[in-house]
């Protein structure tokens, strides 16, 4: 199984309006991300998580709270958000063997986000 | 990370041979080289990956030059299915905090 699955595929919400979004993989990866790509722009990283830890955070608004319950899910929440955070988000994973992430990382399908 | 830069646009015909040149400059010692493929609505794919020389897989070829400085993706005899936005990124694959960072992209139409 080499599939980073996201759920929703799509997703209309309002701006007082609680979601979230959900990645899995089981691929045994232990580093995890969340992108957010904008139209016809590339995909802006956001958080990455290694063995289920917060290891990066980009400077995202809090209103994006991401949470890895276990090394196969990653969840980001989302609350209060703006017209503006309307983007695909992409979930991500790699190997993490000790101190080493490897840079080939499985993509999921992604989540189209519109925010009214 | 090491910064990319690569053509915004190109455009090939069925049936030839790409090549899509990537420059880093400030490539550090410990960075590999790897390149990916992304479809309109869909996440990234995984192409090639490479730190030196020459790098070949069913789907691609990955050239390094010695002071690598600059590397080239090259899809041989492309279809129309090639039609999709190519990133090269740089990182090091050692570095706890890696980020995985995407340039802007080259964007291959290819025509019939």
């Known amino acids: 199984d080499t599939e980073v699955t996201q759920t929703p595929k799509h997703l209309v919400m309002g701006m007082t309006n609680k979601k979230s979004l959900k990645c899995e993989q089981h691929m045994g990866h232990r580093a995890m991300y969340w992108y957010k790509q904008k139209a016809k722009k590339p995909p802006e990283l956001m958080f990455v998580?290694?063995?289920?830890?917060?290891?990066i955070n980009e400077s995202v608004p809090s209103r994006f709270s991401p949470e890895c319950p276990n090394s196969s899910l990653l969840n980001l929440h989302l609350h209060a958000l703006q017209p503006e955070d309307s983007a695909l988000y992409l979930c991500?994973?790699?190997?993490?063997?000790?101190?080493?992430?490897?840079?080939?990382?499985?993509f999921g399908q992604g989540t189209r986000l519109t925010v009214v | 990370l090491a910064k990319t830069t690569q053509p915004i646009s190109m455009d090939s015909y069925e049936g030839q041979e790409v090549n899509i040149t990537c420059s880093h400059n400030n490539i550090a010692t410990n960075d590999y080289i790897t390149w990916y493929q992304q479809f309109p609505s869909q996440g990234p794919r995984f192409i090639i990956q490479g730190y030196k020389t020459k790098v070949t897989n069913e789907v691609a070829s990955l050239f390094i030059p010695a002071d690598r400085k600059s590397s080239t993706l090259s899809l041989p005899r492309v279809s129309l299915s090639d039609t999709a936005v190519y990133y090269c990124l740089v990182g090091d694959k050692g570095d706890s905090s890696y980020k995985l960072i995407f340039g802007s992209g080259t964007r291959l139409l290819v025509r019939p």
């Open positions: 998580y290694s063995y289920e830890k917060l290891s």
């Open positions: 991500a994973s790699s190997h993490r063997q000790g101190r080493t992430m490897n840079t080939e990382a499985f």
